[in-house]
């Protein structure tokens, strides 16, 4: 359990640094919009999972998640400011 804080912090803090290096924050698109999914840790009041989307700060990590049923997005770069403003 103490592994996984830690490995999510430093994945938290390396995220943060490259995005701060590159201004660019990648996400997966299609022609309706981002892949999303369902948090672990968050639920609606109706004990629904919050669904969202997720983004990475290389465009190798999310080419890597284009299969299963995500096989149908491409990696697509935000530029920085566009993604704090939407």
């Given at each position: 359990m103490l592994q996984d804080q830690?490995?999510?912090?430093?994945?938290?803090k390396d995220f943060i640094k490259k995005v701060i290096e590159t201004e660019i924050v990648y996400g997966l698109k299609d022609d309706k919009g981002y892949a999303t999914s369902y948090s672990?840790?968050?639920?609606?009041?109706?004990?629904?999972?919050?669904?969202?989307?997720?983004?990475w700060?290389?465009?190798?990590?999310?080419k890597s998640?284009?299969?299963k049923e995500w096989n149908r997005y491409e990696a697509s770069s935000i530029p920085l400011n566009e993604f704090l403003e939407n």
């Open positions: 830690i490995t999510l912090k430093n994945r938290y672990n840790d968050l639920e609606y009041d109706d004990g629904e999972p919050v669904q969202i989307i997720c983004f700060s290389y465009v190798a990590r999310a998640c284009v299969d």
